[in-house]
Every structure is written in C-alpha cells, then in structure tokens.
C-alpha cells in the first residue's frame, strides 16, 4: 500500500502524469496501480515496446482468464490497464508476485570488472531477498529486521534497478515511500505484532448459515447507512423481488428487501411475492419458526389506542442485545436505510415501538417464519457470538450508522 501510495498520487490516479520522465508521454507509459510500463525502444527514445503489456496479457491467457485470441488486448489499447478497475489492480498483483523479481546477480561472461564487482555487492547487501517476488520481500522486510534495507531494495526493483548502480541513486520518490510506509505502521500498527496473539481474526460472514443472510450482510456492507434517496436504483431491483416492479424508494420497501435477499442468495428461495408492505406478505411461500439467525421477522402496524396502521414491517434475525429482551434486525427501509435496528422488544408482549410525527406507535410481531422447505441447523441458532452489548457495537462490526428512531423515520 506504501508503493500505490507513492506510485498513484495517494491513489487519486491509474496513469503517469505528463511530466519530464519519457516514460509518461510514451504509448506503454505506466498505468494501474503499480505502473505497469512497456520497454524502451531500439532508439532509447520512448517505452514504446510493449514488453511487461504483452506478457500480462499472455499470463492471463495461459491461466485461463482471457481466451488465447484475446491475449494481444494490452498491446492494442494499453489504456485498459488504467480505465478498467480490474485489470489497473491485477496487473498490479501480477507485477508484484508474478512478473517482477529481485535478481540473484550471478556474473555473465560479459560483465566487466566493475558491474561484475557492483553483483557482488548487490549479493552480499540483499542476500536474504534474492530471487524473491516484491510480495515476498515485503516478509523479508519483516523477518529480517532490515526494514528500510529491503524496503529500498522493493522500490528500486519497481523503478528498475541498473546494472551499475548501488546504493545510488535512490528510487523515484524515494522520500514519498518512506513517508507512506510511517504513515501505515501507525494507521496498521503492523509493526507492533497486532495479529500474532492467540485471537482469530473475526470475518463478517454467514457462510455455513441461512444463506440468504450471506447475501443481506454483503448488501448492508456495500449500502448500508445510505440514505434510500441515494441507492434509488438498487431499490428498484428490490421491488423487482418483491412483485412491486417499476416503484421507487418512495415505496415501502422493507418486504422488498427480504425478498431480494431470499431470491438472490445460494441456493436461491422462493419469493413471499404480493407486495413490498408487510401487510401483503404471502405467508404461503414461508413456514412459522422460532427466532434463529436469519429468521423473517413480520410486524403489523398500530397506536398505543389500538387502532391499525399502514403496512408494517419485515426485517431479519441478525442477534440479540445482552439484556435478553431485544432482537436485531437486518433490514431495509428501517430509518430510510439498510441498517442494524433493536426492531423487537419482548416485556409481556411482543412489539417494536418508534415515535413518527410525535406520535408513539408500536408495531405488534405477528410471528417469525422460514422459506417454506428449509430445515434450520444448528449453527442457524443464536449464539454468543451473535449478542451484541448495544446496537452500537452491531452497527460498528459492520461499520454502519445506528438507526435513530427519535427523529421520525418510520420503518416500514
């Protein structure tokens, strides 16, 4: 991250600037996130030689990820390597572990006394980075405990690294790679060993769990806590699901989203098609459950008088909070957004309160269901794991706003 840093302009930029250097005015000049940059040419003139293009190109034929017909894309438009997001970090990765290696600096009939006497300094100096990729002499840096020894050698094999130089001249921006290198070690505290304890790395995932939260997280973790007015489009394809086609964000759409999810998870579920309202939730596509991970959570709306309103709500079982009383819900349009809520309090009777317009409501729990045919696991049940001391702590695990219900934004 230290080299993009340096190498992207703290990653505002996929290409060379124009600048003094021929390297960004040439055809094959650097792009992507490691400037993957063609040869010099027979005249020293420009990087007109597509070298380093055309054997990426050639690399991904060869494993499979482009068709062998394809594998001249680079040669002919080089600009993919810095306007499609994919190829600007790949080639990245393949520069990195793949395609640029320290040399072992053995002597070549050719040397003479003097580049044969810099190889034998180069050996003596690097000697635990020898024929490594840059990935791993990134460990090297690491396990040596020659930090900035290797960490210039890393840079200089990025810039190229002449056969007659030594410790001189530094690499480009030498200065920039040391500066971004500070920065990570106290944003990372990689330095300091965090990640060597006994304690397992947490992955936010539902995998070996109802499946369709698999796809719910990955949902809350690419929008949640985005206002509905923003992710309109994404919306859309949610009343799609849930037989509302055509409506927008202005549309309730919570039941919408739990369909998204049932439909779009591995293996997928059939729909509780109607509507996007809790109201019209066609219960015949889902059995009635008890509350486990995952579990669909349907409410039906009314005042503190009794009287019935609008249309409800349906969330899923994503945990619990520590007083024992109150579930979490993953859900949409709870606050206008995908969000973690504390949607459901137990205390004699089963209800999820919120203030709208100053008026206290309280949707009353009609009951937790499954996809009809799904046989619930035993690692579908809550656990440990799955409480949380505040819906803070959810949210943050997910890196989410929390939900603010005191401000009038009902969840429907």
Known sequence: MAQVNAETGF?????????????????????GLIQLTGNL???????????????????????????????????????????DLHYAIDSAGWEWEVFKRVSTWKYDSR????IKEVKAWKRERFSKGLDQSLNRLALV????????????????????????????????GWE????????????????????????????????GRAPWMETAIQEIINY??????????????????????????????????????LENSTPKFKSPHSASSS????????????????????????YSNGKMKGSGHVTLVYGKLLDKNTYIGLGGNQ????????????????????????????????????PKGYVIKEEDKLNKNDEYATINEANKKLNQKTQDTSKGESSR
Not at 225 to 237: P, S, T
Not at 359 to 366: E, Q
């Open 176 to 207: 920039k790679r040391k500066e971004g290198l500070r920065k990570l070690k106290t944003w990372f505290k990689y330095d300091k060993a965090v990640c060597k304890g006994e304690k397992e790395l947490e992955f936010i995932s539902a995998k």
């Open 335 to 370: 606050g206008n957004m995908i969000t973690l809520s504390p949607n459901y309090k137990f205390d004699g009777s089963t209800f999820y309160s919120y203030t709208e317009k100053g008026v206290k409501i309280y949707k009353k729990l009609r009951g937790f269901f499954k």
């Open 224 to 261: 949640g806590g985005k206002h509905e007015k923003a992710i309109d489009k994404r919306i859309r394809e949610y009343h799609k699901a849930g037989g509302t086609s055509g409506s927008d964000s202005g549309v309730p759409w919570c039941a919408s989203f739990v369909s998204w999810c």
């Open 41 to 83: 040419n027979k005249d020293k003139t420009a990087y007109d030689d597509p070298g380093p293009y055309k054997k990426y190109g050639k690399y991904l034929a060869d494993n499979g990820y482009l068709k062998k017909e394809e594998e001249g894309i680079f040669i002919s438009d080089p600009d993919l390597i810095s306007k």
């Open 111 to 114: 040397d003479s006394n003097q």
């Open 141 to 172: 840096m690491e396990e040596s405990g020659e930090e900035e020894n290797y960490f210039w050698l890393q840079s200089k094999i990025l810039n190229g690294y002449s056969p007659g130089h030594k410790d001189k001249p530094d690499p480009h």
């Open 279 to 302: 109201m019209f939730f066609n219960h015949s596509a889902l059995e009635p459950c008890e509350a486990f991970f995952g579990a669909i959570a349907v409410f039906s709306d009314c």
């Open 11 to 31: 990653f505002k930029l996929s290409q060379e600037k124009p600048s003094k250097y021929k390297s960004s005015t040439s055809f094959y000049k650097g792009r």
